[in-house]
């Protein structure tokens, strides 16, 4: 994919280190990228629950992960999960790629990840590997949404949903400006599509000459209830897929 977007400017609405390594790849693929977070990654209202249940991991069988940032925030709260693990007791299950990886940076094996990244699929796959009455933690956004845990309830599973961190808006002002100089804007999560519109309120006729990217269907689902026209969502639902997908649509 060397130099594949060549003189492409793609605003990355994205927070934190995710932006950072995207931006590197966007640039190693000849893309100038314009970092420009709509939101940002904070505790949740209640961190006192976040790192009980993450000190408490050993109580349940399966701990799931929908996020890089919700491993990032139950190692921060001090949760260890290698060390209860030597009976094979505990299972964990990550939501895609990304997110098993986040969990490798802290020695942890990843035992589920589902062939589709999304909740859908997470739940249907858990169902699978689990029996009715499992305890199940799921570490998530504060602001995520419901499906997962309430499909796991609606089979007999107890599940804890605990909110490891929470996504607020960034009000950036010279984000319409940052936007009107990109050619492709990229959106990885439905929270950063909901920080966008809050700072660009006619989001729909600012973007309507840009190439809209959007990691996975949730997300594009996010762009279009606010009447944003989506190009491009990838096969894989992770960074390197919205590349690729990137670079197809930029040889097309």
């Keep these: 994919m060397n130099a ?34 709509t939101v940002a990654i904070g505790p949740p209202d209640d961190p006192a629950a976040a790192v009980a249940a993450a000190h408490n991991a050993r109580r349940y069988a399966w701990v799931v992960f929908t996020s890089r940032n919700g491993v990032d925030a139950f190692f921060a709260a001090g949760g260890t999960i290698q060390a209860t693990r030597v009976d094979g007791s505990l299972k964990v299950a990550a939501i895609g790629p990304q997110t098993a990886v986040a969990l490798a940076e802290h020695g942890v094996a990843v035992d589920l990840v589902p062939r589709t990244y999304l909740n859908e699929a997470l739940a249907t796959e858990l169902l699978a590997n689990t029996v009715r ?5 799921v570490y998530a956004a504060q602001q995520a949404r419901d499906v997962l845990a309430a499909t796991l309830r609606a089979f007999g599973r107890r599940v804890d949903a605990v909110a490891a961190y929470r996504t607020d808006v ?5 984000l319409a400006a940052k936007t009107a100089g990109a050619d492709i804007v990229t959106f990885t999560s439905a929270s950063t599509v909901l920080g966008f519109i809050a700072g660009v309120p006619d ?28 190009d491009v969502v990838p096969e894989a639902f992770t960074v390197e897929g919205l590349l690729l997908a990137l670079a197809a649509t930029a040889h097309a």
Aim: charged letters at 20%; aromatic letters at 2%.
């Design 133 to 137: 009455g499992d305890r199940i933690l």
């Design 170 to 174: 960034i009000g950036d002002p010279a």
């Design 4 to 37: 594949a977007l060549a003189g492409k400017r793609v605003l990355v609405t994205r927070p934190g280190a995710g932006a950072d390594a995207f931006a590197r790849q966007l640039r190693e693929a000849g893309a100038e990228p314009i970092l420009a977070p």
């Design 203 to 230: 989001a729909a006729a600012v973007l309507h000459d840009k190439t809209v990217a959007a990691i996975g269907p949730i997300t594009a689902q996010a762009a279009r209830d606010a009447g944003i026209r989506v």
